[in-house]
């Protein structure tokens, strides 16, 4: 235990200093308070279904009717209890306060991977906190994307473990892969998963080449055979995961659509899709954020505009009287409606950029010069591919090839978040040159010329725009000549003031930029200094390393706090009560009847979670609705609102608030269709487009509008016109809805549930019976005459199969691990 202890020692430190650097950033935590994360609330709202039922049953429901007037509750909170890295998981997020766990992850994943590769213990912490405190992971934690941080946390333990197996440690890389791999993927961010083997792709690809020149190409061979074998362990432990997922994917609305139209003054599908995929793209010129931080202004937010020393704030005094109060709202109310903000970038907007570390971004160019190992041009090779990518319609020429013809690229959203790979590029590159540094088998004067260069090639830029910023760069956003246009309108047409705003404006952007620039600068000047020291022998290595860490540390923590600061945490309590019912919430709560929908127009209806909170809503937020509700949404709520589709959503409430004295009024909606009936006509639609016209104008209760690739499935000799039948619900759980009906012949019923075939079954006093969609995306089935009972059973084979595959793989996964590590510790003691 001893020899243990001394030999560990050093990591045991560092991971102390790691758990410390953690609960010091995070110091609000030992009052018990959380980060405000506006998508974990939104997320607690759309989970309100989901975990009443889970309390109340002991197990949760694979469906929720709490939005979208219901969807599968894969994308929302699932168990998948037979999963292995469920428990993995959840060790990590639980076991220390939120989100101190995700950051000491991604910081003892990066050290890890150092460590394989043979950094000093000094310069794997200064690389580990460059990675861990990117700016970027700080913008997730502070937005609540942990699922994302957490994905990313991930990255470098899976290169590290792959590393290990190509050096020939079979059992432990191979083991190591797997479970890193399969706690990537439940971490449920496939988008992140997807970059990360984008890269490996490339990594492949270069060490095959490397191998093919040194003739080693069986053992390569080897290598990722085991590797394969990790692959195959991590999908079966996920296999309910990515199943649900791919089957739910398609039907959402990143798959194809099914209408060939668009909406009213829409644009065509294909598109509409790649408006949707490069909405948030990097702008070309914003990628030297990664030196400067706020050279393009930072988030999108005032904070600096308000500011009584700002240029803006003393142009509107002018306007105001000087009456702070005044001043305050006026630059607020130009930022609402003008867009007038810091941030002058292309996207819509943003939580903050992407900043690499000044220090680390001096070293990585270092690397360039002087790392003559491969993975340099893996590195390399990944970092230029993956800023050309983030740029997305900024650089059509490569962004619609992939999204055209690489596989499952265009399934995603926010292109520019695939830098967060090159978040891992930077530190990685930047520590291996200095680990050739410190092997000292490259000449000192060759080192100080290639250090030389590289301070002056970031520092100067940094210089630069600290002394000309608008040598580069306009600080104007495209639309800044309209938007002058317009000042200049609410101002009575006094063009000499709106020009005399709108300069104040670029002027603080300037001085935003300028004061970045500055201080970039000076971190890579000490950055330069302590590597010279070294080199020069002028300081011991211990030093100039651990100074190099604490310089990189203050680097990053400052700009971090700009953006994720004690201000954003809040007690447990506010947050649990963060929704607040109003009046009409509660007046609708004591509505007994447990399956009827809600429209709230008080709010966006569309995007926003709060109803959910309260109702089971037509409304409400995700980024993967079922496409068929995403194309209703666009036909037949976004012009105008369909009075006759909101009665076959049985929406039974409308809320809306009185202009005049903001007072919420309730409206009950008297012809709203109920939970299911029977319908006398049945009218066919030759397809999708044919059948979203048709609901444009009917009576749901009188006819159901049904594609006519389901007319086998209709015997209309059997039907009757439905005289004296009744239909009605008999209990609710999200996934098992019971009816009972009684009628003289068959009849057409249709239910007011969303239709989803891949997994919903109807049964017919037991027996399993067919169904089919009608009014573009309920269910409805032809039923026999008599009096029956009907029950529609949520049973995904995706799900119960899947997590049967996914115990066998946690299984293997938990044998494998044990056997690798037994076999590495009996050939330690045998040496």
Not at 303 to 325: C, F, Q, R, W
Not at 657 to 686: C, E, L
Request: charged share 15%; with cysteine; glycine share 8%.
């Amino acid at each position: 235990m001893n020899n243990w202890l001394k030999a560990n020692g050093i990591h045991l430190a560092i991971f102390g200093f790691f758990v410390i650097i953690c609960f010091v950033y995070f110091s609000p935590v030992f009052q018990g308070k959380v980060p405000f994360q506006s998508d974990v609330v939104a997320a607690k709202a759309m989970q309100k279904e989901i975990m009443e039922y889970k309390d109340k049953d002991g197990k949760a429901p694979l469906w929720t009717n709490q939005m979208f007037g219901g969807m599968p509750a894969y994308q929302i909170w699932t168990q998948y209890a037979y999963n292995g890295a469920t428990y993995g998981i959840r060790f990590i997020t639980s076991t220390l306060p939120s989100p101190v766990g995700t950051v000491l992850l991604l910081l003892t994943g990066a050290y890890f991977l150092f460590i394989v590769l043979k950094a000093n213990p000094w310069l794997a912490a200064a690389g580990a906190i460059a990675f861990a405190f990117t700016l970027y992971n700080f913008v997730l934690i502070g937005a609540g994307h942990n699922n994302k941080a957490l994905a990313i946390g991930f990255f470098a333990p899976i290169i590290a473990g792959f590393i290990l197996t190509l050096r020939g440690r079979y059992l432990v890389g191979g083991s190591l892969t797997a479970l890193f791999l399969a706690l990537l993927v439940r971490a449920n961010h496939i988008q992140m998963a997807y970059y990360l083997f984008l890269s490996v792709l490339i990594f492949m690809g270069i060490e095959i080449y490397q191998a093919y020149k040194a003739k080693t190409l069986p053992a390569l061979g080897k290598a990722i055979g085991v590797l394969a074998g990790a692959l195959l362990v991590a999908v079966m432990v996920n296999a309910s995961v990515l199943w649900t997922t791919a089957e739910y994917a398609a039907e959402t609305n990143r798959g194809k659509p099914n209408l060939t139209a668009p909406a009213a003054g829409g644009t065509d599908n294909n598109a509409k899709a790649k408006e949707y995929a490069f909405g948030w793209s990097q702008g070309v010129g914003e990628s030297f954020t990664f030196l400067v931080p706020d050279l393009y202004g930072g988030a999108t937010s005032i904070n600096e505009l308000v500011k009584p020393e700002s240029h803006m704030y003393k142009a509107i005094s002018e306007v105001t009287g000087g009456d702070p109060n005044q001043t305050t709202q006026a630059i607020q109310q130009l930022a609402q409606s003008l867009n007038m903000q810091q941030y002058w970038g292309e996207k819509p907007g943003t939580s903050g950029g992407y900043y690499f570390g000044a220090i680390m971004c001096f070293l990585f160019v270092f690397g360039l010069f002087i790392v003559r190992s491969h993975l340099k041009w893996w590195i390399l090779a990944t970092t230029v591919l993956f800023i050309l990518l983030s740029f997305g319609k900024n650089f059509p020429m490569l962004s619609n090839l992939f999204f055209d013809y690489f596989p499952l690229y265009n399934k995603f959203r926010a292109v520019e978040s695939i830098l967060a790979v090159v978040g891992l590029m930077v530190p990685l590159l930047a520590i291996l040159a200095l680990k050739e540094v410190q092997d000292g088998k490259i000449d000192q004067k060759i080192l100080i010329k290639k250090l030389q260069w590289s301070a002056g090639i970031t520092g100067g830029f940094a210089l630069i725009v600290a002394i000309a910023p608008t040598l580069f760069f306009s600080f104007t956003t495209e639309n800044h000549q309209q938007m002058v246009q317009a000042l200049t309108q609410s101002l009575q047409n006094n063009a000499a003031l709106a020009h005399k705003i709108a300069n104040a404006l670029i002027e603080d952007r300037i001085s935003i930029a300028r004061a970045d620039a500055i201080r970039s600068f000076i971190f890579i000047a000490v950055g330069f200094v302590l590597v010279w020291a070294f080199i020069t022998k002028k300081m011991n290595m211990q030093l100039a390393f651990g100074l190099l860490t604490l310089a990189v540390l203050i680097d990053m923590w400052q700009v971090d706090r700009r953006y994720l600061n004690n201000a954003n945490f809040s007690s447990k309590s506010d947050l649990a009560n963060h929704y607040q019912a109003r009046d009409v919430d509660t007046f609708i709560a004591a509505d007994k009847d447990p399956d009827f929908r809600v429209l709230d127009l008080t709010i966006n209806t569309f995007s926003d979670a709060s109803a959910s909170a309260f109702h089971k809503t037509i409304g409400g937020y995700h980024a993967a609705k079922l496409k068929r509700y995403q194309e209703l949404i666009d036909h037949q709520f976004s012009k105008s609102i369909n009075q006759d589709v909101l009665d076959m959503l049985n929406t039974k409430y409308i809320i809306t608030q009185d202009q005049q004295n903001g007072s919420y009024k309730m409206q009950r909606n008297a012809t709203a269709a109920g939970h299911a009936w029977i319908v006398p006509h049945v009218q066919f639609a030759k397809d999708a487009d044919e059948e979203m016209k048709a609901i444009s104008s009917f009576d749901p209760k009188q006819e159901a509008i049904v594609d006519v690739k389901y007319k086998n499935m209709i015997d209309e000799k059997r039907l009757g016109p439905g005289t004296g039948a009744l239909i009605k619900q008999e209990s609710y759980n999200p996934d098992h809805l019971v009816y009972t009906y009684s009628a003289p012949t068959d009849v057409i019923a249709v239910f007011s549930e969303i239709y989803y075939d891949k997994g919903w079954n109807m049964y017919v006093d037991g027996v399993k019976k067919p169904y089919f969609r009608a009014d573009y995306v309920l269910r409805a089935a032809q039923l026999e005459a008599g009096n029956h009972k009907v029950e529609f059973k949520f049973e995904p084979v995706a799900y119960y199969t899947g997590e049967w595959i996914s115990l066998i793989g946690s299984i293997l996964l938990v044998a494998g691990l044990g056997y690798a590590f037994y076999t590495e510790n009996k050939k330690k003691k045998a040496a």
